[in-house]
């Protein structure tokens, strides 16, 4: 089955600064991959995903992220961060050919000071 | 509409009461799950209905009883309960193969305090 790790267990920001948040997986087949984001008191939102095609996709709020297949990787990046992107970041994986089993990362808290 | 609607917001139960909790989606979505969130925890993932049919259950205790009685609806039953199971259960949808990047459609949540 896949898993997902997440590196960095809280990340602390001032506003304007960069964000570089890791994410690695373990599965040896095709994978979809998936950045979610949960602020405070509010639900899961997908913020981006990847399943084929150009390996840096763009999500909402100015995110992106890079699938690089030979480092099993799907960093989350922003070049510039705000006081409103202090939340739990959560990457997670699952496998096209599978069972609709999504896995998640053990999530990264990120605050942003401003 | 592309919203996962979850009720209640909030349970409180004994461990000798049976309640339920409901979920429902309006996006034609045929698989349907239910995880168990702790806090500053990632969801882990209880339950997953394909077509209305189990698909996986994660080793999850019998106290813990899913049900899915029509593409829209998804319910867990919950039964002599141990305060340990206290957490945010939340519910997504997705369409049901994966694919062309499935993501999962979360709703709030309903968040349990099992006394």
């Known amino acids: 089955a896949q898993s997902v790790s997440q590196h960095n267990h809280h990340v602390i920001l001032s506003e304007a600064a960069s964000l570089e948040l890791g994410c690695n997986y373990s599965?040896?087949?095709?994978?979809?991959l998936f950045w979610y984001v949960q602020y405070p008191g509010q639900h899961l939102q997908l913020l981006l995903k990847?399943?084929?095609?150009?390996?840096l996709v763009k999500g909402i709020k100015g995110f992106e992220a890079e699938f690089i297949k030979s480092k099993f990787s799907f960093n989350l990046r922003k070049p510039s961060v705000q006081w409103s992107d202090t939340a739990e970041y959560f990457c997670?994986?699952?496998?096209?050919?599978?069972?609709?089993?999504?896995?998640f990362g053990a999530g990264t808290r990120l605050t942003v000071k401003p | 509409d592309t919203e996962v609607t979850q009720t209640p917001k909030h349970l409180v139960m004994g461990m000798t009461n049976k309640k339920s909790l409901k979920c429902e989606q309006h996006?034609?979505?045929?698989?349907m799950y239910w995880y168990k969130q702790k806090a500053k925890k990632p969801p882990e993932l209880m339950f997953v209905?394909?077509?209305?049919?189990?698909?996986i259950n994660e080793s999850v205790p019998s106290r813990f009883s899913p049900e899915c009685p029509n593409s829209s609806l998804l319910n867990l039953h919950l039964h002599a309960l141990q305060p340990e199971d206290s957490a945010l259960y939340l519910c997504?949808?997705?369409?049901?193969?994966?694919?062309?990047?499935?993501?999962?459609?979360f709703g709030p949540g309903t968040r349990l305090t099992v006394t």
């Open positions: 997670a994986v699952n496998a096209p050919e599978g069972n609709n089993d999504m896995r």
């Open positions: 209905y394909s077509y209305e049919k189990l698909s």
């Open positions: 997504a949808s997705s369409h049901p193969l994966g694919g062309a990047g499935d993501e999962q459609y």
């Open positions: 996006m034609g979505h045929r698989a």
């Open positions: 599965y040896g087949g095709t994978v979809n």
């Open positions: 990847y399943f084929s095609g150009d390996p």
